[in-house]
């Protein structure tokens, strides 16, 4: 509770935990699912006052979230790709997460892990779309693999990228399986398995298109790396 | 039925397929599990009488099935390996295929897709052990992935290598989930849906261990390549 | 990289796979699924200008997507049944591949298989709506089954047909398993799972819908087979 | 109650339902899975002492079960390969059962139906190892298909025998999945539901390896049809 | 082949089945998902062709579908609860099979089973919502449970009510798993493996809401029982 | 930690939670699975030197377990049946809790319920084997089933009986799935779903074989509706 | 049937079960789902004029449903967040049942748990949003975790936070897993399992979201309480 | 390859990954299981004369195989609970990871961390049996999980324990499932799914029992934080 005094008064229907960036390093994150815009402005704006010179995220905001923030919170950043939005001041970078993606059609979740990371503070670098079926992009890229603190890996369908970059770089390797695919992807548990049975050791995974919680998990190692 | 005027009687506990090889190119092959050592032998027998130009395959052999062909068959070819049994004269190799592994422990599901192969009549290079957490041991045995008719990859864990090879070649690939790993490998689910899934086209998959299934396959292919 | 000197700049959204032609013998292939209608016309284009004596091909394309196609690209050729597209000049047909389904709501996957076929060099035969329950149908076409260098099965429900077909025949059998039925076919994991456990021996399997990747496994055996 | 005047007093580990067969036509049968050699012999001792006119049975008899009826009970017909027991005059057989069976190894399974079909009271006609991969033996054994009052199928691996029979007859068809096969099969699930999803109508399905669940419905119709 | 000396021409987006009644006692009914309405009644025409005195069955019929029908097929009897289609004269009734169901919200499919009843030429008692939970309400039905040739249960959620009524008849007892339910129901899959798992014996089951298949088969033995 | 003013020092393979009785009303409970002999005997010895007056429990002992404690502990009291071990004086029973069970396979699991709920203060009323098959056995017990304070059912295979029961009491219902029966009971899964779907309102659930969590669950019903 | 001398006339479309009340305390409730308005505004009717002097409740209502209920049934109370209905005199409060959940998204799943406890007559605690990564807000509300009758726990997502609460009371716990989470979470199901795994023992789970089936169960653990 | 000058000579069972270490900063690390033990103790000693100034680890290595490693290699540290082999010598520490577990049981799990992290270099405190259902427990040992590098949760049952612990602690956390449990657990499943959702975020997850995997990436972590 290093940012406000007083903390706000709970509104009826939810309690904020305010002393989160005392405990974890960071304020809460809204979870913009099942919340309805006013809900979500109102929490938004809650944390924003609790915590004046930390940058406070919300993800998986709906259309309708989204439309509101920007009615209603003049300076708020809305990216409609990772369905994020933030408020407040964003942190200087500390340290180099690189995000490293297999396919187009895995942006959006390389969209939540970025803007993740660079609100959480740590600096990121972009790989894109280099998928296993032509292993030659994947080794065009291996220096930007080795350099980081730690590289996150998002891949859908097979989800085999993981397991050729983790064996080519000495960081830890964070994995978040996307549903992108069809059939026997099942939404990406395909994906999901193939990286929780990576036969390239220190591969760490995450919850299906869950790029928010791989960023904060790099973002972590990036700030203590350098601390 | 090109080998036998008149058919062996069937016992009376099986309806053998004397005329498979007329219709599919090959002799009915016996699917030891389930089988008693004495109707292996027996099935063996009746089937080596009807052909007795051509290797007659048992797979999935119990070690005392392995016993009793030992003992009563002096001609087979026993493999413990690969649980598999031949009797009857090998044939001449036609064509050419791959036989890609991951690791070590895909050993036994290797030996029963070469055995098959040079059973069916194709011929075999075997690639092995070249895993995708080192991504050089695969670059470095690409030409051996592009001169065959057909490449099988056999892989377990991730089942990330069809993927990779499947990158590198031109060649029909057909891929073998192994039931190597354990927790969420579900005895190899994991590796078949990786394989499923794979972002590199042209990948068929077959059972999980059926290395059998993938030899067949493979050897078709060689079989009609070269004729 | 055999059809331009200078390959094109990629996009920003992108890293295309420009000599992919040269390693597996076919230009890569756009996936539409998650492309907007501009990024699934800006890499057809790409493509096409790379390869201009090849036919480029897009498939899982969505109702918006081909109607941008029909708009902006003059000489795409544009399959609602399959949601496929083709840009570029036809390749003459090698070999033959005989491409058998179950029933009328196969359809859609059926068109992508021939359209894809077509697309990678390989001549069709089409034999429709053969399902098991009416097994005299499968037998009036054997011929049609024996002749071609590999046959693709398509059939969703009980998927069955593969093992029928697979007894009646010495070529490579790919099965396609489809999403058709209800229930307990799990969309598809039914016959995905009753294929994978085909008593017939060779028949490789692909992901549920994926006409595409059969399509490609058996151009590939149909182009080795007459080369 | 029509054969004991006063029912045996239970044991202390059992509530035995000695009128089932006024409501349902049969005495209760013994499931013979957890119960102790000594518990299984007293059930068995009981039941056959309410019902002195009427064969009881006992089905999933462990190995030493078997052999504690076989020490205690002179007059029991144990049969090892269906671990079933029964004990008392066996009924005349009135209608008749085709039990169809795919392979070899099915053999276990149709055993325990066709005891529980005599148990019963049905006649019984065994059609054996008529797999779907070869499909002429299917078709040779067509009349025995259409002359009984009902069909029981029994197969395992893909399971796709029920479909093939089910467009020949018009008897009803009574599926059996077996746990026969390996890996995708997932201990009969497989087939289990490639004969829920069949395309031939009127196929109805019971669980996996369970013969005597599948005998107990096709005894009821023949015994309904002959009445 | 009995209804028509020549059969229509097939059209070129089917393979119709014209002597499926010859084999198995009744014409081939169209099931109408993924057809086109136009397919629909096209089937539907080209099967009344050539079985002009029998009553033939479309399931699954979409509602446009349903409204292309009564557009054009003057005769036809259309159920928009059951989503089924007859065409041609209805068979006078043959035996009698109970038609049971748990729960209002399994209506649909009880549509389903009486209408393919009558259509395949079976009498019909319908016997509404009986749950267990007010197992008096099955106890007072019960005569009605035993009189018949066969019972039809249907259920969802907890798909208990085939266990009970499988304890009270000597009839066979063919159970249809509904996709009433939510959360762990999954979609019927919970009343599915109640009843494949019946602890009465006798119970045989077929896919979920698949209320036609059940009742094919409850109207053959109808039939058998009748001839 | 009203029993002992010094709670006893940890072994260097655990942290004991000796307040829990003050937390929870009980003594921590020995989870015997996965500890050696000497494990479970040292947790009961500390155990029950911290809660003299109270009787320390411990569930799922093995063989080897079992037979350490009455080598070692000569108060405990040991039951091979349900695999449980108690030290220290039985409380006097308050309250009752009828358990009521479908099948003598279900044995072993009543026995952990009972003693359990003996151990934790309840009394108890056993109802043996009343499956639903035989509905009337469970209408006989009615009155039983209506008077304690809380009722646990025990059930394998279909699990039907918790919806029956609910249907005829005005208590709570506790439901324990069992792993008794075979294929698509998947080990108890079958009847874990059909109890939580249960159409009687107010049947709770817990994991499969878990006959120490419903009494525990029932044992603070009784003690409170009794204080 | 203590409220009304002549049980109302059944409609045609279902059998309504007058005499619950006496059998299990309370009237039967309406399952909303897959009722018409008109059903649901009926059922509702004829309870009620059964039941004059009790709630008579409908849960899992439309939108569409609830809307008929406002214009047919004046005195109704329709609570759009829990979709339910209550007709008739509230009871007063018996006992007191803690409702405690861990997410705002929960807030549907929570309204349907009091609106149930209310009509069957428990008195209420609301404990929100005090979810297990902000361990310090269950702690603060201890005393209210000890202090009732029973309590129930509303979770998604990882479905943690009844282990927490059940290891703090000495109170029967009701655990409720919801459908709120994504990827991995398989709507509801994570939670479900965790909660079925809870090493705090006493814990009871319901189905995903049932709300009311922990409602009824919680509610019948405080009236006899309190009896 | 800084080891040494040139690399042994393969065996013909294996491709070895000699430069591993050049790449990862670590040798390969033998993986035990499907291996004899003579392939065992010739990979440990290709690797170590590979890599004399290494600790050289072997995982999952079965009884035989340490026996075998005990006779052959002097200088081996072998450990029986977390069957692991290490050969050469220890680095010393860097940083400090914490390691928390929830159960007795999951002590095996646990040394294969504790080995893990040393052969790679890491520094360890270990935090044992704080289970979340003795809260308390967790929250006494809180300063140990704010101060190390990295935090490594071993848990099973309901796998609660990484939520609970990532929202007291601002270090990344890698939690590890174990098998623990029984019946829902499904080997493991319920806690991978429990951890997957965990709302705490920065969790990241490694397969079931993959204690390996959770120190290679925590030790990687620790490496970098302290480079």
């Known amino acids: 509770m290093n940012a406000a005094q007083h903390p706000p008064s709970d509104p009826d229907w939810a309690t904020l935990d305010y002393d ?3 405990r974890t390093g960071h304020p809460e994150v809204v979870f913009g699912e099942g919340k309805t815009p006013e809900q979500l402005v109102g929490a ?3 944390l924003a006052e609790a915590h004046p010179d930390r940058a406070v995220l919300a993800t998986r905001v709906s259309a309708s979230g989204r439309a509101a923030v920007r009615a209603e919170l003049d300076s708020a950043v809305v990216d409609d790709d ?5 408020v407040g001041p964003w942190p200087e970078p500390v340290g180099l997460v690189a995000v ?3 396919g187009t059609a895995d942006a959006p979740v390389c969209a939540e892990v970025t803007t993740t990371l660079r609100a959480f503070g740590a600096g990121v670098d972009v790989v894109r779309d280099v998928g296993v079926a032509g292993i030659h992009r994947v080794l065009a890229a291996r220096d930007r693999l080795t350099a980081p603190d730690a590289v ?3 891949a859908g369908m097979d989800g085999a990228l993981p397991s050729v970059v983790g064996g080519l770089t000495s960081a830890p390797v964070v994995a978040v399986p996307t ?8 939404g990406g548990v395909a994906a999901l398995l193939t990286m929780l049975n990576s036969c390239a050791p220190g591969v760490a995974v995450v919850n299906i298109d869950n790029g928010f919680g791989a960023a904060v998990h790099a973002a ?3 700030l203590r790396a350098r601390r």
Chains 1, 2, 3, 4, 5, 6, 7, 8 share one sequence.
Do not use: C, E, P, Q
Not at 82 to 86: A, D, L, N
Not at 179 to 186: L, M, Q, T, W
């Open 82 to 86: 990772g369905r994020t939005v933030v």
């Open 20 to 22: 989160r960036a005392d």
């Open 152 to 154: 996150v890996v998002v």
């Open 44 to 46: 938004l704006r809650l």
């Open 220 to 222: 972590r190692i990036a």
């Open 179 to 186: 549903s992108v695919g069809y059939g026997a992807s099942f």
């Open 100 to 102: 490293v993606s297999a």
